[in-house]
């Protein structure tokens, strides 16, 4: 299920193209408020979650390989591909902010893959109920992503950053879809399967 909602994102071209800075959209994010407060927080938000993508990269390669289900490797492998796809999206908004793309250590996020390793040492290799942890593991992630870049396309609004904005609402309409698609793996498969188990 996954892997066909980012087939289609791959295969869309145009939308890729949207990723790419152009002249025009270097000159668009000026904003009179760059120097505010708010601002400084705004970019502390953007280096914090590209932290967190840049993670979660290594961390859904370990989580692929711990998963014994196909269909969860799957979703893992897809959403990989597509956090890759969102720290270039990230690198892009440092350019038009004319911001060095620097990240910032997110506690967060550690936590998170902190507690998905020790579910991985903690449940038996192969199991359904180990595959339900990872998603359960996943999903935290995802509702930290989803919060995050909520908050941040808002700030951006705020601050008049337009173009900024719609692309983090592009990622946050993603993280939104892997979220339901590791919702529906789980209450289909994952779960009635760890149910049996001994």
Same mark, same amino acid.
């Given at each position: ?94 350019? =038009? ?6 990240? /910032?250590?997110?506690?967060?996020? #550690?936590?998170? $893959? +902190? &507690?998905?390793? @020790? ?35 808002? =700030? ?6 337009? /173009?900024?904005?719609?692309?983090? #609402?592009?990622? $946050? +309409? &993603?993280?939104? @879809? ?21």
């Amino acid at each position: 299920m996954a892997k066909k909602e980012l087939n289609k994102e791959g295969q869309n071209t145009g939308t890729q193209g949207t990723d790419q800075i152009n002249e025009t959209d270097k000159k668009a994010e000026q904003s009179p408020q760059k120097g505010s407060q708010l601002y400084v927080f705004f970019l502390s938000g953007l280096k914090d979650v590209l932290y967190a993508e840049n993670k979660l990269v290594e961390a859904l390669l370990e989580m692929e390989s711990a998963a014994s289900s196909e269909e969860l490797k799957d979703a893992f492998e897809d959403h990989h591909l597509l956090t890759k796809k969102h720290v270039s999206r990230l690198n892009k908004i440092f350019g =038009l902010l004319g911001e060095k793309a620097e990240a /910032k250590e997110c506690k967060a996020i #550690e936590g998170i $893959l +902190e &507690e998905a390793r @020790e579910i991985i040492k903690n449940t038996p290799e192969g199991s359904a109920t180990r595959d339900v942890g990872l998603i359960i593991a996943a999903q935290k992630v995802e509702h930290y992503e989803i919060a995050t870049y909520g908050g941040l396309a808002q =700030l951006a609004i705020t601050l008049g950053f337009d /173009k900024i904005a719609d692309l983090l #609402e592009r990622t $946050l +309409e &993603e993280e939104e @879809e892997t979220d339901r698609d590791l919702t529906f793996i789980a209450e289909n498969h994952i779960n009635p399967e760890a149910e049996q188990e001994d």
